[in-house]
């Protein structure tokens, strides 16, 4: 009975639910799990093989493990099997020639290849050319190096062939340490606690929050009483005007700062003409570009306080405004006494939301400066992105870069926790009324 | 259609609104739920409607158990305090919607509506808006909605409480003709007691989620059967001296003393009731007689309105024919007509 | 009250605020058809020049296909967007729903905190599920990221609706799914209105999604199409282009928000109110 109460509800919001669990929930959970992993653009997605690399073995060399295994493994074996033999025959052999090999070698192994060409050399149809009979004579040899191994079974038996007679624990770390795919470690938070990157990274973070934040407030805050204390045309080409950096698509936007800070561009002209320094303002200095990143988000977010602050200002009363004027207030007073004190909710709202959105957005940033000169502008959300999907060198590091992202969801979850009580999310509960 | 409450009870996040209520209202019938803010009123009528279900008891029309089924299968009309039109659709098309909802044919819906709208008075309306329409009309045009597919019960929740004073009286005696014309079994929930009085058969009295008294209006008044009903009724309202019954058979409290009513004149000596004494049986005639200062006067056009303090300090109102008699601060010895006096016992139930 | 004379001042100092917006707005419109000479701002001759790549392809290559295809993009998630907003917003407003309250918070959440940062997350399901560089999946990432706000919105105006309307629905017969289609939906069109124009405009300026969601594949969008042609590194690098590529792109844009700017204000603004 109590499911088929939900039966009507759940239908409505299965779609919602349906797309919000494939790409908001699913992506969360991934995300939380690639951070515990070392996946990367090299380790793959899906899962990975068994390969002994030459690289490979000269780390396990410096790891220790006896010298003389580590050789054994990079040698080439040459051994006349059925299947050496099929190749070979595929491989466009002269056929009376695996003939011979057949007939008189099968079977045996050398693990010097000199030895098996001679052994070659001695048969009734060998090749004329010697290029031809090294062509042949390669086609038997086989080595466990840069051989891909399905399974960790199948890289034990290999290497245990080549090793007949190496202790358990010797294979055990061969085998371990061939594995291409990704795996499981913590490795990614432990390198982000201890590199100094991070900490440079937080305080360009918080600077960047808080500067782009006072900005947006206080911007927001005179344009909003500004332009209510002025006629309506003048007010209305203001907020005109401070709307259009809302809704111009991003990348036009950064385009047109990149014009106006750029070699060229229309300050850099000005400046020019003036005499005062003139450079690339977006990259050239870091404070110029922390000014630009500060603007360039600053005036989105300046435009989207101003409608809130604005729509507030109309609905205080007008009688209060004329009783103030009346009791001799200026208007500095007005605004300090009557007016500011009733935004404190809108200004609480815009901290808040415009925190979490400046917290978890990159995009503006990553259209300008791009963090730079450097690193000098990069911020949390901007690094964790190029850590993981946009890195110059193709060395995608989707493990490190989700670790990164936890991290700021964890962060901004909280804050949105705290912020739910703050504007007393409960009032926003109400009971269906229709009970059937 | 019989209409039949049976012990329902409604809970809501584990506080019980209502315990226990028994109701019949009889076929034809108009009965009026009457009650203060906040007694359960509503939700009563929101049970018998299928918007609420009922935790406990059940609900019959006829014969019919209709607890558990939902309000499409109930066909039940409901007219509510806002009158909840569409504001999308037409008049025609609002009261055309549940007829559309039932798929009829068009021509049938179209010889239905109109012939509503006649009944309701609304018949030129029909191409405009409820926008467009003034809160009578509004009211006119819920009224036939709710009609217009010959529901089995009626229901109106404050019907005429967004109207004004005119309107509402107007109103008023149209809703009693359509529904004595159409005959349909009708709860009007209201806390108005006029409204109930004047529009309704029988007033069933509600308070704290329990029914009080289900009576004729006059009985009701006349014979309240508690201190609350008897508060309730009667603008302006009773008043109750607290006291007790003196050895002669009448009553005795704060320096007052008064006859019992004749039938009542064998109650025992120290037993302590309260004493209801109604405005209009203070004044020119009566039995027994009080004298007192007159500390307020309220004139109230056809009527004036007093307030006199009797020497203990006990306050009596007496509603008069007007005229220029007595002043504030003037000393008065007013009748009482002591047969008419209502006497209820320590719990408040009458004697 | 208003004593124009001293509010001289003040609008000097928001015309000096407001210089940068200005100035750079400005120069989009004029660029587009003037030529400066070097080392200046100013121009001095009237051209239509920049505006040949409308009708020739050579100059940036074909603009009308990208043209098309965000045309596409953004009906399919307006309309994505406005079918799951508006039954989800629904089903959150009226009905009986297991942990509604859950439920809201995690809309509201979800909606506080863009969750743009889980990207890397985003794009591993869409290889899992095969739509990596495919349209349709970055039309669906983008929808699921509006949709918290949609979402919040429409229950917004939902909650408006008087429940009494919806009572009225239910006596006449009418079944709860009926009554939201027929008797509720009518009620809430301005807040359709509204979420599509939102969802329109959004739609129409995404960059980063079809950019990395969809590097390599063969359809691109005017974003990503402006984006290659102002790249100073490319051959055509030349900012007149650049603007009027960029202003075609915003033209609809513009165009919304001459017709209806009063509700555009009213949900980039009010809209979001928690
Ligand atoms: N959905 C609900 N959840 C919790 N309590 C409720 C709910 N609906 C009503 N109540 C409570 O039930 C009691 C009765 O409410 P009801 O609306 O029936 O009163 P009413 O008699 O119609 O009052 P009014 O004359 O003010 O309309 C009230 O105390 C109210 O607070
Ligand atoms: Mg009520």
Redesign the interface.
């Known amino acids: 009975m109590p499911f088929q109460?939900?039966l009507?509800?759940?239908g409505?919001?299965s779609?919602?639910?349906l797309?919000?669990a494939?790409?908001?929930l699913?992506?969360?959970?991934?995300?939380g799990i690639?951070a515990f992993t070392n996946m990367s653009i090299s380790t793959g997605?899906s899962g990975g093989a068994h390969v002994i690399t030459g690289n490979l073995l000269t780390g396990l060399r410096d790891d220790g493990v006896e010298p003389a295994a580590l050789d054994r493994l990079a040698e080439t074996v040459f051994e006349v099997t059925p299947e050496a033999l099929a190749r070979a025959r595929a491989a466009g052999v002269d056929p009376a020639f695996v003939a011979d090999i057949e007939e008189r070698l099968v079977g045996r192994r050398f693990t010097d290849g000199r030895a098996f060409e001679r052994e070659l050399k001695g048969l009734p149809h060998r090749p004329r050319a010697i290029r031809d009979l090294k062509v042949a004579a390669d086609l038997f040899g086989a080595s466990i190096l840069n051989t891909r191994f399905a399974d960790a079974a199948a890289a034990r038996q290999a290497v245990v062939g080549v090793l007949p007679d190496a202790p358990e624990a010797t294979v055990d770390r061969i085998v371990a340490a061939s594995y291409t795919g990704w795996q499981w470690t913590t490795g990614n938070f432990a390198r982000l606690l201890s590199s100094p990157d991070t900490l440079r990274l937080i305080v360009n973070t918080v600077f960047y929050v808080a500067a782009t934040l006072s900005f947006t407030v206080f911007?927001g805050l005179?344009?909003a009483i500004?332009?209510f204390?002025?006629?309506p045309a003048?007010a209305g080409v203001?907020?005109?005007?401070?709307?259009?950096?809302?809704?111009?698509?991003?990348?036009?936007y950064a385009?047109?700062?990149?014009?106006?800070t750029?070699e060229?561009g229309?300050v850099y002209?000005?400046a020019?003409a003036l005499g005062l320094p003139a450079f690339n303002y977006m990259k050239g200095s870091v404070p110029t570009a922390w000014t630009i990143v500060i603007?360039v988000n600053g005036?989105i977010g300046a435009?989207?306080s101003?409608?809130?602050f604005?729509?507030a200002l109309k609905a205080i009363p007008i009688q209060q405004?004329?009783a103030s004027?009346v009791d001799g207030a200026s208007?500095w007073q007005q605004v300090r006494y009557i007016v500011l004190p009733q935004l404190r909710w809108p200004i609480l709202?815009v901290v808040?939301?415009q925190t979490?959105?400046l917290l978890?957005?990159?995009?503006e940033i990553?259209?300008t400066t791009n963090g730079g000169p450097g690193r000098t502008t990069s911020v949390w959300?901007l690094e964790?992105?190029n850590t993981?999907?946009?890195n110059y060198t193709g060395d995608l590091q989707?493990g490190l870069?989700?670790a990164m992202?936890v991290m700021?969801?964890v962060v901004?979850?909280t804050?949105?926790?705290i912020?739910?009580r703050l504007?007393r999310?409960d009032d926003?509960?109400?009971r269906?009324?229709?009970e059937? | 259609m019989r209409l039949t409450i049976c012990d329902f009870t409604k809970t809501f996040d584990r506080t019980t609104v209502i315990k226990d209520m028994n109701l019949v209202v009889e076929d034809g019938e108009m009965l009026a739920l009457l009650g203060p803010s906040g007694c359960g009123k509503s939700t009563t009528l929101?049970a018998v409607?299928?918007?609420h279900r009922v935790d406990g008891g059940a609900i019959l029309f006829g014969k019919r158990d209709v607890s558990h089924l939902?309000?499409?299968k109930r066909n039940?009309?409901?007219v509510?305090?806002?009158?909840?039109?569409?504001?999308?659709m037409t008049v025609f098309d609002n009261i055309a919607?549940?007829l559309t909802?039932?798929r009829e044919g068009k021509a049938d819906i179209d010889r239905k509506v109109r012939a509503i709208a006649e009944l309701a008075h609304i018949g030129d309306l029909l191409a405009r808006r409820p926008s467009q329409l003034s809160g009578g009309q509004q009211q006119r045009v819920a009224l036939a909605?709710?009609l217009v597919?010959q529901p089995d019960v009626l229901l109106l929740d404050e019907p005429l409480a967004n109207l004004d004073a005119r309107l509402r009286l107007e109103m008023r005696s149209e809703i009693r003709r359509i529904q004595m014309e159409t005959g349909i079994t009708s709860i009007l929930v209201t806390h108005d007691q006029v409204e109930a009085m004047s529009m309704c058969d029988r007033i069933a009295i509600m308070d704290q989620g329990a029914i009080r008294q289900v009576a004729t209006p006059s009985e009701m008044y006349r014979q309240p059967a508690s201190r609350f009903v008897a508060g309730f009724l009667g603008n302006p309202p009773i008043v109750f001296l607290d006291g007790e019954v003196t050895g002669d058979g009448g009553f005795a409290s704060r320096g007052v003393s008064l006859p019992l009513p004749g039938r009542l004149r064998h109650l025992e000596a120290g037993r302590p009731i309260s004493l209801g004494i109604r405005p209009e049986h203070v004044g020119t005639s009566g039995g027994a007689r009080v004298s007192g200062q007159v500390v307020f006067v309220e004139p109230q056009g056809r009527e004036t309105l007093f307030d006199i303090e009797l020497e203990g300090g006990a306050i009596l109102r007496s509603i008069q024919p007007a005229g220029d008699d007595a002043r504030v601060g003037d000393r008065v010895d007013w009748a009482v007509d002591s047969d008419r006096l209502l006497v209820f016992d320590r719990h408040g139930n009458a004697v | 009250?208003?004593r124009?004379l001293?509010?001289w001042p003040?609008?000097l100092?928001?015309a000096l605020?407001?210089a940068?917006?200005?100035?750079?707005?400005l120069?989009?419109l004029v660029d587009t058809v003037t030529n400066a000479p070097p080392?200046?701002?100013i121009p001095n001759a009237l051209t239509l020049a920049h505006w040949r790549f409308l009708v020739d392809p050579r100059v940036t290559g074909d603009v009308w296909r990208p043209t098309v295809t965000t045309l596409l993009f953004t009906a399919s998630i307006v309309a994505?967007v406005l079918?799951?907003?508006s039954?989800?917003g629904?089903?959150?407003s009226?009905?009986?729903?297991?942990f509604?309250?859950f439920?809201?918070?995690g809309v509201?959440?979800?909606h506080?905190?863009?969750?743009?940062?889980?990207?890397?997350?985003?794009?591993?399901?869409l290889?899992f599920v095969g739509l990596y560089n495919t349209l349709t999946g970055v039309i669906?990432?983008k929808?699921?990221?509006m949709?918290?706000f949609g979402?919040w919105i429409m229950k917004g105006f939902y909650?408006t609706v008087?429940?009494?309307?919806?009572?009225?629905?239910?006596?006449?017969?009418?079944?709860?799914?009926?009554v939201?289609r027929r008797?509720v939906l009518?009620?809430v069109k301005p807040g359709l209105f509204a979420l599509a124009l939102f969802a329109a405009?959004d739609a129409?300026?995404?960059?980063?999604l079809p950019r990395?969601l969809a590097p390599s594949s063969d359809f691109q969008v005017?974003?990503?199409y402006?984006?290659a042609v102002?790249d100073?590194d490319s051959t055509t690098y030349n900012?007149n282009l650049?603007?009027s590529v960029?202003l075609f792109?915003?033209l609809p844009?513009?165009a919304l928000?001459a017709i209806f700017?009063e509700r555009?204000?009213?949900i980039?603004?009010?809209g979001?109110?928690?």
């Open positions: 109460r939900y009507l509800g759940l409505f919001l779609p919602a639910l797309v919000l494939g790409l908001f699913m992506p969360v959970a991934l995300t690639i997605v911007v005179f344009l500004g332009t204390y002025l006629p003048t203001f907020s005109v005007l401070w709307l259009l950096p809302r809704l111009t698509p991003v990348v036009l385009v047109m700062w990149k014009w106006f750029w060229g229309f002209t000005a020019e603007l005036f435009s989207f101003m409608i809130l604005s729509s405004l004329w004027e208007r709202f808040s939301y979490l959105s978890s957005s990159y995009q990553w259209l959300a964790s992105f993981a999907l946009n989707y870069g989700a992202a700021l969801v901004g979850v804050l949105s926790v912020y739910l504007f999310f926003l509960v109400g269906p009324k229709i059937f | 929101f409607a299928g918007i939902p309000s499409q039940v009309g409901v509510f305090q806002n009158y909840a039109l569409y504001p999308h919607f549940p909802i039932r909605r709710a597919r | 009250m208003r124009t001293s509010l003040l609008a100092l928001l605020a407001s940068p917006i200005a100035i750079m707005y120069f989009l080392g200046s701002a994505i079918v799951v907003s039954t989800g629904y089903a959150l009226r009905l009986n729903v297991p509604r309250r439920l809201l918070a509201l959440v979800m506080a905190f863009p969750l743009v940062t889980l990207i890397i997350g985003v794009f591993l399901v290889q669906l990432v929808a699921a990221l949709l918290p979402i909650d008087p429940w009494e309307i919806e009572m009225a629905g239910v006596q006449d017969g009418a079944s709860r799914f009926t939201w008797l009518p009620q405009i129409w300026g995404e960059y980063m990395i005017l974003s990503t402006l984006n102002s100073p900012f650049f603007k960029g792109y915003m844009i513009l928000y700017r555009l204000t009213n980039f603004g009010g979001t109110k928690g």
